[in-house]
């Protein structure tokens, strides 16, 4: 199975801290994203990678970057953590290049979440 | 721009019953859709998906629907059952891309 981890499930940081939310995927796949999940609102995509080093912004980059050293690892980065910031994060990895058409390369295994709170 | 909605947020349906969980969308280029299962406390989970050539799928006690004509999709759970409760999401994707793109999410909740 395909295995998705994220760092922390619950983490409380004060504004203006730089946080670091890491996701590790160990099923070799091409493709990870970010979300973030807000009652109401649904996922909204806040960065994804095709590949190492990297980096395409989703609908709602602002307040956010990422980074992709290696193949399994994708860690989302808050410069500097505001109250807006506050939500559930989730990382999801999928297989495939990009516009390949098929259904793995939509296919996203998702992490269980982590839930931030800025005070 | 794109969207992906869901016409009810919550759905309350008798454990043994059937379920229809709707989804409207925007982008007629979508190729694939996908509908996922959230519990609490956990991250959403593929249930089922269907091309956009198809317009009907099973699965285990699952059917996805798709009217290409009006733009909808609806996900139909058999006998549903209290570990069926969870948030439903569907999800379109399409194009030069692997982006999906999630509706908000329907809560269904079963009653014993």
């Known amino acids: 199975d395909v295995k998705v981890t994220q760092s922390s499930r619950y983490l409380v940081k004060r504004t203006g801290e730089k946080v670091f939310l890491e996701c590790v995927q160990d099923?070799?796949?091409?493709?990870m994203f970010w979300y973030r999940q807000d009652p109401g609102l649904g996922l909204r995509l806040i960065y994804f990678?095709?590949?190492?080093?990297?980096?395409e912004k989703g609908d709602i980059p602002e307040g956010y970057s990422v980074s992709r050293e290696k193949k399994e690892r994708f860690s989302l980065i808050l410069e500097s953590a505001s109250t807006n910031q506050t939500s559930m994060y989730l990382c999801?990895?999928?297989?495939?290049?990009?516009?390949?058409?098929?259904?793995?390369?939509?296919?996203?295994?998702f992490g269980p979440g982590t839930r931030l709170t800025v005070t | 721009g794109e969207s992906v909605g869901l016409h009810l947020p919550t759905l309350s349906v008798q454990e043994g019953d059937n379920s229809i969980i709707n989804c409207a969308y925007s982008?007629?280029?979508?190729?694939?859709f996908i509908w996922y299962k959230q519990e609490s406390g956990k991250g959403p989970q593929f249930i089922i998906d269907?091309?956009?050539?198809?317009d009907k799928r099973q699965g285990q006690r699952v059917t996805v629907l798709l009217n290409k004509t009006v733009k909808h999709l609806s996900l139909q759970i058999a006998a549903t059952q209290p570990g069926d409760s969870a948030v439903y999401f569907c999800?379109?994707?399409?194009?030069?891309?692997?982006?999906?793109?999630f509706g908000t999410g329907t809560l269904l909740a079963v009653q014993p």
């Open positions: 999801a990895s999928s297989l495939g290049s990009p516009g390949q058409g098929t259904l793995r390369a939509y296919e996203q295994y």
């Open positions: 099923m070799d796949h091409e493709n």
């Open positions: 990678s095709y590949d190492v080093k990297m980096k």
């Open positions: 982008n007629s280029a979508s190729d694939y």
């Open positions: 269907i091309r956009s050539n198809m």
């Open positions: 999800a379109g994707g399409g194009g030069a891309t692997n982006k999906l793109i």
